[in-house]
């Protein structure tokens, strides 16, 4: 079965500063693999996906992932966060099975 | 992007009793939605997946009767929480994929229904 982690439960940076999110997954066959934001007390809103092809996705605001599947990792980067980004993020993993699993999210608090 | 939405945002409700949640795609037709509880500062877990015109498949551990699901058509799921309790309260999200998008086609998400028994 699909399962994702992200070990960093609570992530803080200056403003300014790079940002890496951790996601590591396990699938026993090629991933589908998403990156999501949520805001308080709102719902997902997609940052980007990997299904194929270049190892390197570029998303909205800013944001990339990198699918490094010798590691089983697709952690999401930023060069430059805003105050704006401090949000909850989600790693999620899905298939061919019509279904997504999530990892636990990791929170991002932006220093001013 | 597509537009999925939930009603209501916000419910309170006695304990005992039962509430609905609906959850629409605004401007594209969904074969299949979703249907996640998420704890305070937890993921979301998937509870059941929701096809069009036939019977809600749900994960281990969800009551299928306490957490009743339909899906009449292609723009319209329901969850209802029927005789709710306390540890009912939670933050219910949906999401929709696009017919035309097929098995990898971007998820879309209702922007949440937190749920409240006193």
């Known amino acids: 079965a699909q399962s994702v982690t992200q070990p960093d439960i609570h992530i803080t940076v200056s403003e300014g500063a790079s940002l890496e999110l951790r996601c590591n997954y396990s699938y026993g066959a090629t991933p589908y693999l998403f990156w999501y934001v949520q805001s308080p007390g709102q719902g997902l809103q997609l940052l980007l996906k990997?299904?194929?092809?270049?190892?390197l996705v570029q998303g909205i605001k800013g944001f990339e992932a990198e699918f490094k599947r010798s590691q089983s990792s697709f952690n999401l980067r930023k060069p430059s966060v805003h105050w704006s980004d401090a949000a909850e993020y989600f790693c999620?993993?899905?298939?061919?099975?019509?279904?997504?699993?999530f990892g636990a999210g990791t929170r991002l608090t932006v220093k001013p | 992007g597509a537009v999925v939405s939930q009603h209501p945002s916000r419910v309170i409700c006695k304990s005992g009793t039962s509430v609905k949640i609906e959850c629409r795609s605004l401007d594209f037709q969904a074969t299949t939605m979703f249907w996640y509880r998420q704890f305070p500062k937890q993921s979301l877990m998937l509870m059941a997946t929701?096809?069009?015109?036939?019977?809600?498949?749900?994960e281990q551990g969800v009551e299928k009767d306490k957490f009743l699901i339909n899906h009449a058509s292609l723009t319209l799921s329901t969850l209802t929480v029927t005789s709710a309790h306390p540890e009912d309260s939670s933050f219910y999200i949906c999401?929709?994929?696009?017919?035309?998008?097929?098995?990898?086609?971007?998820?879309?998400f209702g922007e949440g229904s937190r749920l409240t028994v006193l």
């Open positions: 929701s096809n069009e015109g036939s019977k809600a498949t749900y």
């Open positions: 999620a993993v899905g298939g061919n099975n019509n279904d997504m699993r």
């Open positions: 990997y299904f194929s092809g270049d190892t």
């Open positions: 999401s929709a994929r696009s017919r035309a998008g097929g098995v990898t086609g971007e998820l879309f």
